[in-house]
Each structure stands twice: as C-alpha cells, then as structure tokens.
C-alpha cells in the first residue's frame, strides 16, 4: 500500500436505505466515489439514485438475493473494488431466557452470514484493486447489556470472522476494520422500542432492564450519522486500517 493510503473507487454499502448506510452512500458520492448501495425497497432507491449513487436489490437473509446483488456488483464494478462497507443489520431486544431463537437465527443471518457470504463473493474483486472492507459493529460488541443477547452474540460473532480475515488477507493488501459504534440517530430505534413495548405487557420479571433500555434508547447524545460516515470513509482509505475503530472516538 503507498503511503498516501487507499484511493477512492468503486464503493459499494450495504443498507443504503437508511440510517449509517445512507449518510456513508451519500457523503461518498459526494466525494466523487463511485457507490453502489443495497436497497430491499425500491422506494429507497429514488433519493440515492438522485443523488448519483448506482442501487441493487439484497435482502441479506436469502443466499439466491446475496447471490444476485454481488453478481449486480461485479458487472457494475467490472471486478475491481476499493471498498465494501458491511453496514446492514437489525437489533431486535429481548431476555435471553425469552428469546425467539429463529428470531435469533434471522439475526445472525443478516448481522453475521449475510455479511461474511457477501464479503466471500467480492473479496476477489477487493484483491484485485488492493480494497478495504468495514464491519459496522457496536460498543455494545464488548460491552453487554442487558437485552441485548442476539445483537451482542451476533456483532461478536461478526467481528470474529473480520478479524480472521484481516490476518488472511494482509499479505494481499486487503485492509479490514471492525468500526464499533456509539449510540447514533437512524432507523434502527423504531423497531426497538416497538419490540420493548411489547416486551413489558408480559415480562413482569424483567420490567426493571426493559425501563433501563427504554429510558437509555431516548437518551442523548444521538449523534449524526454523518460522524458515522466520516469515520467509515476515513478506514477505506487509510493506508494501514487500524483493526478496530470506535465512533465517537474514546475521550
Ligand atoms: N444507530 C445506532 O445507534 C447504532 C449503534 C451501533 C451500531 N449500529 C449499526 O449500524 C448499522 C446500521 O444501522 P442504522 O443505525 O443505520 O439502522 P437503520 O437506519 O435501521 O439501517 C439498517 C439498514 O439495514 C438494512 N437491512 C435490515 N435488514 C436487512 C436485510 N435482511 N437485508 C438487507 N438489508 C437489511 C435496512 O434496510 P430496510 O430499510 O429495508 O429495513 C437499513 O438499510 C447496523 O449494523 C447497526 O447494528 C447502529
């Protein structure tokens, strides 16, 4: 790598609907970047193909849907990719001992297989034009809370195949971060709260955590997603990636 760091190129993000993925789509376009981003909706796609992003289907829970949007990636790309950005994901609370586990399971196939399948496929084409690839993670990835069983196993899970794969891919030129965030305005709280709702009719046992998170998904500071993708462009292009980065940076 030279010194002077990665350079942008072809970019592709996914969760480009909203949220993180939207702000890092739109901040890299802007930049002159080439993005692809991944929508479910196509109603999604209007505003980032206005604003010059290219759009692709990819729902990651389906191998067929992974399968179609890398190959949507690879004619669209020619092959060669700077970055790939593995944002999408979900967080559905609830007490371990109460867990839906094929709620978990779909968790862990978007959060954890549904990146690591779709990293697989381009991976060729990141080799190929010495790319970078960032996890999205969490701070809630070290640090448990309560509630939080399915997200904090499946961003554990997710930054243990991304830190086998730095050390795989190093000798290639293939930067890989794990970018843990803070608590950031998106999305990702409307089904939160709607899931700790309907949480606290029927779990008198654990009305205590379910206040606490309540009272914690409110609180500030939310900070903009813009700060997110800031911090996410800086890892692709930065010549030697640390492997893990936090957002906002620790005091
Ligand atoms: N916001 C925070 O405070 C925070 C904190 C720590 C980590 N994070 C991480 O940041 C990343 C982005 O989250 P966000 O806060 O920006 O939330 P968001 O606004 O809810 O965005 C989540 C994105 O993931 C997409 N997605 C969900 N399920 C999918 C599936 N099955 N296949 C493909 N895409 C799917 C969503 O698409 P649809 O719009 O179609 O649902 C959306 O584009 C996540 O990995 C999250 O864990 C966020």
Redesign the pocket.
């Known amino acids: 790598m030279s010194p002077e760091g990665r350079r942008p190129g072809a970019l592709v993000v996914?969760?480009?609907?909203?949220?993180?993925?939207r702000a890092t789509a739109l901040l890299a376009a802007a930049r002159g970047w080439p993005v692809l981003a991944?929508?479910?909706?196509e109603a999604?796609a209007a505003g980032l193909e206005a604003a010059g992003c290219a759009t692709a289907r990819?729902?990651?829970?389906s191998e067929a849907s992974i399968e179609a949007f890398a190959g949507a990636v690879l004619d669209w790309s020619d092959g060669r990719l700077a970055g790939l950005v593995n944002?999408?994901?979900?967080?559905l609370p609830g007490p371990v001992e109460r867990l839906d586990l094929d709620a978990a399971r779909e968790q862990f196939e978007?959060?954890v297989f549904?990146a690591v399948g779709l990293t697989q496929r381009l991976l060729p084409a990141l080799r190929s034009s010495r790319g970078a690839v960032v996890f999205?993670s969490?701070d809630r990835a070290p640090v448990a809370v309560p509630l939080y069983g399915a997200y904090v196993a499946a961003k554990r899970a997710l930054e243990g195949f991304a830190e086998v794969l730095a050390l795989e891919v190093a000798d290639a030129g293939v930067g890989v971060s794990i970018l843990r965030?803070?608590?950031?305005e998106?999305?990702?709280r409307g089904p939160i709260r709607a899931r700790l709702d309907a949480l606290d009719g029927d779990d008198p046992e654990y009305a205590a955590p379910i206040a606490r998170a309540r009272a914690s998904l409110g609180s500030p500071p939310l900070h903009p997603?813009g700060l997110a993708a800031e911090a996410i462009l800086r890892l692709l292009l930065a010549p030697a990636p640390p492997l893990v980065a936090c957002c906002p940076e620790p005091a």
């Not at 991944?38 to 909706?41: A, P």
């Not at 965030?181 to 950031?184: A, D, P, Q, T, V």
């Open positions: 996914t969760g480009g609907s909203s949220g993180i993925g991944s929508v479910r909706n999604d990819l729902d990651l829970r944002n999408a994901g979900t967080a978007v959060n549904g999205v969490s965030l803070g608590s950031f998106s999305a990702i997603p």
